[in-house]
């Protein structure tokens, strides 16, 4: 007999409490257990359709987040950035983060070979877990929960590492031939507790891109990412006047 674990551990370091506990339980349910109890008769549901909603509601809620909080971000570079976000890799570190390994209800041949710990089987709980708090709470009380394990790792510049647009500034006018470029925080405004940071980057004598942020670090990125486009405008211009462009 299966001694189901109690879950308030795990809400208490979500912060959350469910209204539906089964909602919950279904979203720390892996197919292979489904798999086993209905082999004993027993009919019970497991993630996978749980894992499909939190993948979409994840995905939006990080867009909005990105719409929101990096105006100056392109469609494109959002794009790489979300990617970032919610690729399996931080799934797996926030669900290891809360213990969700503890908590995963699992069969026996895929708990025998270190099912537990898998991060294809971390991640799908996570997502499910956001599904199931979507259903339970609304999409409000997944943007809450978010806000306090992901979003301020968004704003610290942790995810940048992908989208680092002052390196690729570097390169291209190293490549060039340029000249030296210089980051200089011109202004800092807003309380302490919520920080704004202006930032612009010089080509010599020359003002090539501003950006803002909530830190020095990505208001220097979006700086640099606005002297790349003026780069790569400037670049595709002179190529039309030589006749190199296409049509």
Do not use: W
């Amino acid at each position: 007999m299966v001694i189901l674990k109690s879950l308030e551990p795990l809400e208490k370091s979500l912060g959350i409490q469910f209204r539906d506990q089964n909602l919950l339980r279904q979203a720390l349910t892996h197919s292979s257990y489904v798999n086993e109890m209905r082999s004993r008769g027993k009919e019970i549901p497991d993630n996978e359709r749980l894992e499909f909603l939190g993948d979409a509601v994840l995905e939006l809620s990080v867009s909005e987040f990105l719409y929101r909080n990096f105006t100056q971000m392109s469609e494109g570079e959002m794009t790489k950035l979300r990617a970032a976000i919610v690729c399996e890799s931080t799934l797996v570190s926030l669900a290891e983060s809360l213990r969700f390994g503890d908590y995963i209800l699992l069969g026996k041949g895929e708990e025998m070979t270190g099912g537990r710990a898998r991060p294809s089987v971390l991640a799908d709980a996570f997502e499910a877990f956001i599904g199931a708090l979507y259903l339970d709470q609304g999409y409000e009380a997944v943007v809450s929960v978010l806000a306090r394990l992901i979003f301020p790792r968004v704003l610290n510049g942790e995810f940048f590492q992908l989208n680092d647009f002052k390196s690729r500034l570097q390169e291209e006018i190293q490549r060039r031939n340029l000249g030296t470029l210089r980051y200089t925080i011109v202004e800092e405004r807003g309380p302490a507790h919520h920080r704004e940071f202006v930032s612009e980057v010089f080509l010599g004598h020359r003002l090539m891109g501003v950006g803002q942020g909530r830190s020095k670090k990505e208001a220097e990125q979006h700086a640099a990412a606005q002297a790349l486009e003026k780069l790569a405008k400037e670049n595709r211009i002179i190529a039309t006047e030589t006749g190199d462009g296409t049509t």
